[in-house]
């Protein structure tokens, strides 16, 4: 089963406006983290924003706010005021705080959201 | 910038060759994990090293291996190249939080892009 599920392969935005990436995980462990990075066409990924499992308020950096919902399991990226600069990958990913056995360390990725941001 | 440097940027190799990659953690970082990307797919987590010993692993073969020194700098070893070896190899830093924990957060390296022919 998927652990981390990005639904939307790409999505287009104005200049300017706000976006919202979906992204929903899958874990049994109590403790986990959430992660959103930016991967431009050069390949370094970036990291945006985290969100800890037992975090009461949604993460906010920046322009870069995570919708959480936990009942849900849904950990959901809004890019506020878009730039031409945003377009790039966007990678949802999850670590468990206690993988256990060998995967201890672990990033689970999705497969990434392409944000195309036009003038 | 996130600090984390890794060499060579590109690199083509043939079947059966042998690579060795190379990764610079971030200051302060203890902790080095390697991912390795094909092209259209998110990361997948090859390994994790903590103060020089393989704390994690994920699903590769035993032809990939790793070391990390006691500058916490770090190597990618893969044997016996094959094409699906074809890849762009992360390498990501972070403090390592002792007794494990959620929160580590991972800042990447530029990657490498190997090429196996």
């Known amino acids: 089963a998927q652990k981390i599920t990005q639904t939307q392969p790409g999505m287009f935005v104005q200049e300017k406006e706000a976006v919202t990436l979906d992204c929903t995980y899958d874990?049994?462990?109590?403790?986990?983290?959430l992660f959103w990075y930016k991967q431009p066409s050069s390949g370094e990924m970036i990291f945006l924003i985290y969100?800890?499992?037992?975090?009461?308020q949604n993460a906010t950096e920046g322009r870069y706010s995570l919708n959480f919902q936990k009942a849900r399991k849904s950990a959901n990226l809004v890019i506020s005021a878009s730039q031409l600069g945003d377009s790039a990958m966007y990678f949802c990913?999850?670590?468990?705080?206690?993988?256990?056995?060998?995967?201890?360390?672990?990033?689970?990725f999705g497969q990434g959201t392409i944000l195309t941001v036009h003038p | 910038e996130t600090g984390v440097t890794q060499s060579p940027t590109h690199l083509i190799k043939t079947r059966g060759q042998q690579v060795t990659l190379r990764c610079s953690s971030q200051?302060?970082?203890?902790?080095v994990s390697w991912y390795q990307q094909a092209l259209g797919q998110g990361p997948q987590f090859i390994f994790q090293?903590?103060?020089?010993?393989?704390?994690g692993r994920g699903n590769f073969p035993p032809r990939f291996s790793g070391l990390q020194f006691p500058n916490y700098s770090s190597e990618l070893n893969v044997n016996a190249l094959e094409l699906d070896d074809s890849a762009l190899y992360l390498c990501?830093?972070?403090?390592?939080?002792?007794?494990?924990?959620?929160?580590?957060?991972?800042?990447f390296g530029p990657g490498t892009r190997l090429t196996v022919l």
């Open positions: 969100q800890g499992s037992y975090d009461q």
């Open positions: 990501a830093s972070s403090t390592g939080l002792a007794g494990g924990g959620s929160t580590d957060t991972q800042y």
């Open positions: 990913a999850m670590r468990e705080g206690w993988a256990g056995g060998t995967s201890y360390g672990k990033l689970t």
């Open positions: 090293y903590y103060r020089e010993e393989e704390n």
């Open positions: 200051s302060g970082h203890n902790t």
């Open positions: 874990t049994s462990d109590p403790s986990y983290g």
